[in-house]
């Protein structure tokens, strides 16, 4: 059977990253707020091809950097971010021989939840 991932987590493993994704998540949910809300703002004036700059672009910029830094950090590790807005993250795992996600959503105090790679957060089954 060919596998997915390069890397699968153990329950323990996955359940270290707890208290680091619990950082991580709210944080890019604020970044993606901030992004969203400058392109909200600007987009007219930049349809109209008002040139502008200064603090604020800068400050976009940092923000897509930090945005992008975080997600990498995330894909670096192959954890799978599902769905930032509710803080939905899969692990990849192995459980009886097959690939599988731990499944944790933030708001919950540990992982109890694992799904099929392929059935998503419907299929979620507890460990």
């Known amino acids: ?5 390069s890397k699968h987590y153990s329950l323990a493993e996955a359940r270290e990253l707890l208290p680091q994704l619990r950082i991580w998540l709210p944080q890019l949910q604020r970044l993606r707020r901030s992004l969203a809300s400058y392109e909200q703002s600007t987009q007219e004036r930049l349809q109209d091809g008002e040139n502008f700059g ?11 950097a930090a945005f992008k830094d975080l997600i990498e950090e995330f894909d670096r590790r192959e954890i799978q971010v599902k ?19 731990l499944c ?24």
Do not use: C, T
Request: aromatic share 12%.
């Open 1 to 5: 059977m060919e596998r997915r991932f």
């Open 54 to 64: 200064g603090g604020k672009v800068h400050q976009w910029v940092r923000n897509l």
């Open 83 to 101: 769905d930032l807005d509710r803080g939905l993250v899969d692990f990849p795992a192995m459980h009886g021989g097959r690939e599988v996600f």
């Open 104 to 127: 944790w959503e933030m708001g919950e105090d540990d992982i109890k939840h694992w799904h099929d790679i392929d059935s998503g957060y419907a299929g979620r089954e507890e460990l």
